[in-house]
């Protein structure tokens, strides 16, 4: 899919070493909670209420970690300690859809695998529940109650012990992550061009499925895709059908997914590259990628968002914006209105990963810092983690409101924020590998080999 032929032979030994250690994990996860299988149901499709259509597989996160198998509903995976792990590979016989290919690639190698052609004829082939760690949707239960009925039971001490080792990605995941963002970036460059040409919002999205390839189905989340003031709505999903007149800005964030492994990337324009807001935006540009080169082993993550605060309040008084210096800018929480989010989060299987908030293997959690409810990650980074960093810039009238009725209305330069709000705002993100050293920007290379 997408990738160099020597890409699937380059995998084979990556993913050998990324099985042993989902195995190590695995045994250390049972002994904590006293089972002896680990067992992972792939999920279900589900059903629309009153109507015959189903919505969008999604397949259990802790499924595909073990496996590159994301379109294999119906499906196990089961590891003992000590044995060959077994997939139970659902294959039905329909003429309706199109069934999933035999299994193939790089992992079959590593398993034993069973055709099952019904659901429930998983059963004869999964170990005894009661044994059995089940990690899964309530509604991957087989057989049906009071009989023999076979249910996630999702026992807590083996789920806080595998989520929390799923920060630490394995080179395997690296590759294929660098790979999420190639298909990603050229998705970028086809929205890039189909803005300058001056194509709608729903446009560009449809400009941007085509370069990567994937649709809605298989996008690790919806495309936001904002002209003009709709920059300024963080999760603006509308897609306008007619492109707005005058063209003055566009904010694209959008992924991309690679054998479950999601990308997520953002990225502004001005339309006219002369003007005073593209200065803003190569200022937020600049700032991101020292942002990004503070992703360091030992770093609190706490902190950086905290600091970002302050530089883009540094870049909000250069501008002429703010008033009041950034660090008063931050104590009365002006700064929280023009950028309103956190500055990132962990990015792996999901596009936003588990654990961010880990104290710990065994549980607990560490609180956001006072005063910053949207941050998605609190932890210190360490090597192997992958978060994102995407500081932004916003012009919201509903949050600027609030600045006036809390008295701060005089740290702002209100004919500024008049000029800038036709454009909406600035967000830039890149996905940033904590190493033993310096930070490695996963995004940027892909956007410098695209050209
Ligand atoms: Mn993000």
């Known amino acids: 899919m997408n990738a160099p032929a020597s890409f699937d032979t380059d995998l084979v030994p990556l993913y050998a070493d990324h099985l042993a250690t989902?195995?190590?994990?695995?045994?250390?996860?049972?002994?904590?909670?006293?089972?002896?299988?680990?067992?992972?149901?792939?999920?279900?499709?589900?059903w629309q209420v009153f109507d015959d259509r189903d919505y969008p597989y999604a397949v259990n996160p802790q499924f595909?970690?073990?496996?590159?198998?994301?379109?294999?509903?119906?499906?196990?995976?089961?590891?003992?300690?000590?044995?060959?792990?077994?997939v139970i590979f659902y294959q039905p016989f329909d003429y309706w859809h199109v069934v999933p290919d035999a299994p193939s690639g790089w992992w079959v190698d590593h398993f034993n695998i069973h055709i099952i052609r019904k659901p429930d004829e998983a059963l004869a082939l999964l170990p005894p529940a009661a044994r059995s760690a089940i990690l899964g949707e309530p509604q991957s239960?087989?057989?049906?109650?009071p009989g023999p009925h076979y249910a996630p039971n999702n026992p807590e001490p083996v789920i806080q012990y595998l989520e929390y080792q799923r920060s630490y990605k394995t080179p395997y995941e690296i590759t294929l992550m660098r790979q999420a963002q190639r298909l990603a970036v050229r998705g970028h460059r086809a929205a890039e061009a189909a803005f300058r040409?001056?194509?709608?919002?729903?446009?560009?999205?449809?400009?941007?499925?085509?370069?990567?390839?994937?649709?809605?189905?298989?996008?690790?989340?919806?495309?936001?895709i904002g002209l003009n003031e709709h920059a300024a709505v963080l999760h603006y999903t509308e897609l306008q059908r007619v492109a707005p007149d005058p063209l003055r800005s566009f904010l694209i964030d959008a992924g991309a997914s690679f054998h479950g492994y999601a990308s997520d990337i953002t990225r502004t324009y001005a339309y006219d590259t002369g003007i005073e807001f593209q200065a803003m935006?190569?200022?937020?540009?600049?700032?991101?990628?020292?942002?990004?080169?503070?992703?360091?082993?030992?770093?609190?993550?706490?902190?950086?968002?905290?600091?970002?605060?302050?530089?883009?309040?540094?870049?909000?008084?250069?501008f002429g914006v703010i008033?009041?210096?950034?660090?008063?800018?931050?104590?009365?929480?002006?700064?929280?209105?023009?950028?309103?989010?956190?500055?990132?989060?962990?990015?792996?299987?999901?596009?936003?990963?588990?654990?961010?908030f880990a104290a710990s293997d065994r549980g607990g959690r560490i609180e956001r810092p006072a005063g910053h409810p949207y941050l998605r990650m609190t932890r210190v980074l360490e090597p192997g983690m992958v978060v994102t960093i995407e500081p932004g810039l916003y012009f919201i009238d509903l949050l600027l409101d609030e600045v006036k009725k809390n008295g701060h209305a005089r740290s702002v330069d209100w004919a500024r924020v008049d000029a800038f709000r036709p454009y909406g705002g600035i967000r830039i993100e890149d996905e940033v590998l904590c190493t033993g050293g310096d930070a490695d920007n996963l995004t940027r290379p892909a956007f410098a080999e695209a050209g």
């Open 22 to 46: 989902m195995k190590r994990r695995a045994d250390e996860a049972l002994a904590r909670g006293g089972f002896d299988h680990l067992v992972v149901p792939s999920g279900t499709q589900h």
């Open 64 to 86: 595909k970690a073990w496996l590159p198998l994301t379109r294999l509903p119906y499906s196990w995976l089961v590891y003992t300690p000590g044995e060959r792990p077994k």
């Open 141 to 145: 239960a087989l057989g049906a109650a």
């Open 197 to 224: 040409a001056g194509q709608s919002e729903f446009g560009i999205h449809m400009a941007y499925c085509t370069a990567v390839g994937q649709d809605a189905n298989d996008l690790p989340y919806g495309n936001i």
């Open 281 to 318: 935006i190569d200022a937020v540009d600049a700032a991101q990628q020292a942002m990004c080169a503070g992703v360091r082993s030992g770093v609190d993550y706490k902190h950086l968002h905290v600091d970002a605060h302050l530089t883009l309040m540094g870049i909000l008084k250069d």
């Open 323 to 356: 008033t009041v210096s950034p660090e008063a800018a931050v104590a009365t929480g002006v700064s929280a209105a023009f950028f309103p989010h956190g500055l990132g989060h962990p990015i792996g299987l999901q596009v936003h990963d588990v654990a961010g």
